[in-house]
Structure formats: structure tokens, C-alpha cells
């Protein structure tokens, strides 16, 4: 099975520092990956999705074969970002697809 | 469309009692998701739908827990009979994309 992990909880930093969210991935192939954040009292939300390669807020996330990884990167962090924020990769079970997502990292900006 | 719509937003029972929580998907989309949202265990997908049809319910924790999709529109998930330990926020999600979920506002579940 396709399997992520997120290995911090939390994550702080303060406003105007670079942000790196942590997503590593353990299967071969061509994964696909998403992005998904959940604003505080908010709906969990699609931020983006590696094979778009878009820049979604600031966040770009590359996907790095070589290192299984898909860390989410913002250049500079703003207090709007602090949120929850989950990797997941859909697991397509041959006649539909399901997403399961990481445990998930705290991301909270500071002054 | 309004999105995806839970009901009720906020639950509290007392330990024994059924439960019964609501989702309509966003119209048009084909898949439907169950997941619940604890601090320890994070977002646990519970069962999933794909065109009304049951495709893995692996992720149930018990037979305490069932979940019915009858239409495209509308779909519930009960608990029978609900336990403390299922104190959580329910969530629920459509999609007719991979990977690309709308999720609801999800059901605060407190069972005392």
C-alpha cells in the first residue's frame, strides 16, 4: 500500500522565515501526491497537487524521486499560513480511488 | 452548489445511544468518503463509495458502525451504540476527481 509520513507534529517558525513541511512516501512507481490544509475552523481543503506544478499561496511542492520525498516549501511564512497540513497520496483500488492522508504537521507562524 | 453539506453540526449523546449522521455530496460527483478526525489518530478514512456502491469499508473500527449511501444525494453514517471512545469530528467527502475531495464542515461528536 502507499504509505506517507509526516514526520513532525509541529512546526514552528516566525513570519517572514522560509517554511518546509516534511512528506515522505514509501512505495515505487509514479506516485501522485496532494496537498491538503485545514485552516482553523475551516473545511480541510486541496492546497495543490504535484502534477499540476503549480504554485498554490506560495507553497510549491516538488516531487523528488530520488529522495521519496514531496515536501511542501514557502519561501517566506506568513501568520495567515498557520494551519494543519496533510500529504496524501490516493490509492486507486481498481474501480475507484481513495485517499488516505499523513498524520498530519501543525504549522504555526509566529511574530 | 453549497458544497458539501453534514448535518447536525454538533452531536452530544449519552453512552448506548444510536447516532446517526448525514452527508448530501455535491451533485454530479461519483465518490463519497467517510473519515474521522481525532488529535491522536489524526484523519482515519472510515469507508468509501464510489457510485453509490460500497467499495472498501476497511477502515470501520466495529460493527458498530455502518454506513448506507441509498442515492447519489445522500448518505449516512450510524453508530449503534455509541461509546465515548467514538468522541470525534466526523467528516465526510465527495469527488469526482482523483484525489481532489470536498469535504463537508463536519459533525462534532461528543458521546458522554
Known amino acids: 500500500a502507499q504509505r506517507v509520513t509526516q514526520p513532525e507534529k509541529l512546526l514552528s517558525v516566525f513570519k517572514g522565515a522560509p517554511v518546509e513541511l516534511k512528506c515522505n512516501y514509501s512505495y515505487s512507481g509514479s506516485p501522485e501526491l496532494f496537498w491538503y490544509v485545514q485552516y482553523s475552523r475551516q473545511r480541510l481543503q486541496l492546497l495543490l497537487r504535484?502534477?499540476s506544478r503549480e504554485s498554490i499561496k506560495g507553497f510549491t511542492a516538488d516531487l523528488n524521486k530520488g529522495e521519496t520525498s514531496f515536501h511542501l516549501k514557502k519561501p517566506f511564512a506568513q501568520e495567515e499560513d498557520s494551519a494543519m497540513y496533510y500529504c496524501?497520496?490516493?490509492?486507486?483500488?481498481?474501480?475507484?480511488?481513495?485517499?488516505?492522508f499523513g498524520t498530519g504537521t501543525r504549522l504555526q507562524v509566529t511574530l | 452548489d453549497a458544497g458539501v453539506i453534514q448535518s447536525p453540526r454538533h452531536e452530544v449523546t449519552e453512552m448506548g445511544q444510536e447516532v446517526t449522521l448525514r452527508c448530501k455530496p455535491i451533485s454530479g460527483h461519483n465518490s463519497l468518503f467517510w473519515y474521522r478526525q481525532t488529535m491522536m489518530r489524526g484523519l482515519e478514512l472510515l469507508i468509501y463509495?464510489?457510485?453509490?456502491?460500497?467499495?472498501?469499508d476497511s477502515g470501520m473500527p466495529e460493527d458498530r458502525f455502518s454506513a448506507k449511501m441509498p442515492n447519489a444525494s445522500f448518505s449516512t453514517l450510524k453508530i449503534q451504540p455509541s461509546e465515548p471512545r467514538d468522541s470525534a469530528v466526523y467528516f465526510c467527502?465527495?469527488?469526482?476527481?482523483?484525489?481532489?475531495?470536498?469535504f463537508g464542515s463536519g459533525t462534532q461528536l461528543s458521546v458522554l
Open positions: 463509495f464510489n457510485n453509490n456502491v460500497p467499495i472498501d
Open positions: 467527502a465527495s469527488s469526482l476527481r482523483e484525489g481532489d475531495l470536498v
Open positions: 504535484h502534477i
Open positions: 496524501a497520496p490516493p490509492q486507486n483500488t481498481g474501480t475507484a480511488s481513495k485517499l488516505t
